[in-house]
T-cell receptor, first 114, second 113 residues
Framework: DSGVTQTPKHLITATGQRVTLRCSPR?????VYWYQQSLDQGLQFLIQ???????AKGNILERFSAQQFPDLHSELNLSSLELGDSALYFC?????????????FGPGTRLLVL | AQSVTQLGSHVSVSEGALVLLRCNYS??????LFWYVQYPNQGLQLLLK??????LVKGINGFEAEFKKSETSFHLTKPSAHMSDAAEYFC???????????FGKGTHLIIQP
């Protein structure tokens, strides 16, 4: 158990819909990262937040957005969902938000878009 | 841009044999390198990381990796494989202003009894 929690574990929805994935970082960690894992794209970095502020962007689509709240939990919002958005979405956290910091991953949210 | 190449999508070894999982990186700046393991239906667990303190890095579960700048490699080894080591292993790199990890495609480790 990494100490990072994600809800829900599974999510089934339809194309065109909007969903919100939630992540609570390890106690004391200030930085949160979101990743997408799919069979064709592998593991891809989406976005990073540090202490409530956006720190870095990866391959995140414009239909996707995220935020980190004052209590440091984070939400990833996926809208206008397409079949290709079906994937595992991981959240990770680290104490500091710098390259080289160990990132600890949550169990993931499995999204299925029908 | 940084990238990681993992040689061999599947590696099969006998129980008790040496495990060697290969990772080569490309980076224009001194990299930070990581190995993660993913068991079925679980998240990623950090095995070890290299952050320039020592070229030979020891991790959990008996794994270690050696950073070789001249070969741009960071191969993962374990002297004696155990059945519980069967999993997907990912090499990752970060650095150069990008804090997010860039992952390789993964290597599926199969342990034969």
């Amino acid at each position: 158990d990494s100490g990072v929690t994600q809800t829900p574990k599974h999510l089934i929805t339809a194309t065109g819909q909007r969903v919100t994935l939630r992540c609570s970082p390890r106690s004391g960690d200030l930085s949160v990262y979101w990743y997408q894992q799919s069979l064709d794209q592998g593991l891809q970095f989406l976005i990073q937040y540090y202490n409530g502020e956006e720190r870095a962007k990866g391959n995140i689509l414009e239909r996707f957005s995220a935020q980190q709240f004052p209590d440091l939990h984070s939400e990833l919002n996926l809208s206008s969902l397409e079949l290709g958005d079906s994937a595992l979405y991981f959240c990770a956290s680290s104490v500091v938000g710098v390259a080289g910091a160990a990132q600890y991953f949550g169990p993931g949210t499995r999204l299925l878009v029908l | 841009a940084q990238s990681v190449t993992q040689l061999g999508s599947h590696v099969s070894v006998s129980e008790g044999a040496l495990v060697l999982l290969r990772c080569n990186y490309s980076s224009s700046v001194p990299p930070y390198l990581f190995w993660y393991v993913q068991y079925p239906n679980q998240g990623l667990q950090l095995l070890l990381k290299y952050t320039s303190a020592a070229t030979l890095v020891k991790g959990i579960n008996g794994f270690e990796a050696e950073f070789k700048k001249s070969e741009t490699s960071f191969h993962l080894t374990k002297p004696s494989a155990h059945m519980s080591d069967a999993a997907e292993y990912f090499c990752a790199v970060s650095g150069g202003g990008a804090d997010g990890l860039t992952f390789g495609k993964g290597t599926h480790l199969i342990i034969q009894p």
